[in-house]
């Protein structure tokens, strides 16, 4: 706990938002929310994922760093990426570290496809999130940010949730093939955001006390519309 987040004492830092590596899309160094994440990546020469360690011990990640903020008079968000591309150096028969089962299963989740020949790859424009990136056009991915949200507020000792839709700021393959989001998708997603709200005000209720949503969203209004925010 000390070793990864000492460095806030003596500071004016009042809040840690914890991303607990949050790849692929739902796959956390976590082991009461999400897809546990316990391998570690090659490529990452002398570095080594503990969290399996951790498991054993009856704790992670997040429950470390929120026990290091309550004994130190800090507030504590769980930080989660919308969207993730870091497993997109994925190919058939050598899946990245951070690839999820539920990509797997779940082919049609995807912008693309795993295979770089495959049709639906094609007109991709790639530019802020890759192929391996989910569309929030499928009620899957959708239901799973909400099933990943309720575990975090109502598992986790967290004052708040951090959304951040900067990683990465594409939600939907109309936008991946170069369109703008439709009105349509715009108010899908902000239904999404409402049973998120709902999800967390019951958490509030039961726990009694707040919880606290914020986003990192793009600084542009009309990017952020665009792609469907």
Not at 7 to 22: A, E, M, P, R
Not at 59 to 88: K, M, P, V
Request: aromatic share 8%; net charge positive; with cysteine.
């Amino acid at each position: 706990k000390a070793r990864r987040l000492a460095y806030t004492k003596g500071t004016h830092v009042s809040t840690v938002s914890y991303c607990s590596l949050s790849e692929g899309f739902g796959r956390f160094t976590l082991r009461k929310a999400g897809e546990p994440s316990t391998k570690s990546v090659p490529e990452m020469k002398g570095v080594r994922n503990v969290a399996a360690d951790f498991f054993v011990q009856g704790t992670d990640s997040l429950d470390l760093a929120s026990e290091y903020c309550r004994d130190n008079g800090l507030e504590i968000f769980a930080s989660i990426r919308i969207n993730d591309q870091h497993d997109s150096n994925s190919k058939p028969g050598n899946l990245s570290a951070h690839y999820p089962d539920v990509k797997l299963k779940h082919p049609e989740c995807l912008m693309g496809a795993l295979d770089p020949e495959d049709p639906r790859n094609k007109g991709l424009f790639q530019r802020w999130c890759s192929w391996s990136c989910v569309d929030y056009s499928q009620k899957l991915v959708r239901r799973r940010l909400r099933e990943i949200v309720w575990k975090l507020v109502n598992n986790y000792d967290i004052d708040g949730l951090e959304l951040d839709f900067n990683r990465h700021s594409i939600l939907f393959r109309s936008v991946e093939l170069g369109g703008v989001a439709s009105a349509e998708e715009v108010e899908m997603f902000t239904q999404l955001m409402r049973e998120l709200k709902t999800i967390v005000t019951n958490a509030e209720r039961r726990k009694n006390r707040p919880i606290v949503i914020f986003v990192r969203v793009p600084d542009s209004p009309e990017f952020a519309r665009a792609v469907g925010l």
